[in-house]
């Protein structure tokens, strides 16, 4: 099930990447220590150095300056019935701040 990189997952304990299990906690039992160990440092490493929040931006925006980004646009381009569309503020959605947050967080 789901997409099979081809190739060797690791070279020094001959594990190929169609060796692994398909299912997701079986997928992850089967790889090695030295795997998790990579997949724990290289996340923290994101949390750390390259996606560290910075306490004057709001909470989740993470997004370094001079990148083109925007977590909360100005407003939304909505398509009508009659094949236009429509520039709609967050006030006119339910598609508010608050709405988006809380599905944040409940991911």
């Known amino acids: 099930a789901g997409i ?3 190739g060797s997952l690791s ?3 001959g594990i190929k990447f169609s060796d692994l299990p ?3 906690i079986a997928s992850w039992a089967a790889l090695p220590t030295s ?3 990579q997949i724990v440092l290289f996340i923290s490493f994101l949390e750390v150095y390259a996606l560290k929040q910075d306490p004057e931006k709001d909470p989740g925006d993470v997004v370094p300056e001079g990148v083109a980004w925007a977590r909360y646009p100005d407003g ?3 398509w009508l019935g009659d094949g236009s569309t429509k520039q ?3 006030d006119e ?3 508010g701040k608050t709405w988006k ?3 944040e967080r409940n991911n």
């Open 4 to 6: 099979r990189w081809p």
């Open 35 to 37: 795997a998790w160990l």
């Open 101 to 103: 947050l809380n599905a």
């Open 88 to 90: 709609v503020g967050e």
């Open 76 to 78: 939304y381009d909505v």
């Open 11 to 13: 070279l020094a304990e």
């Open 93 to 95: 959605l339910f598609l």
């Open 22 to 24: 398909g299912g997701a």
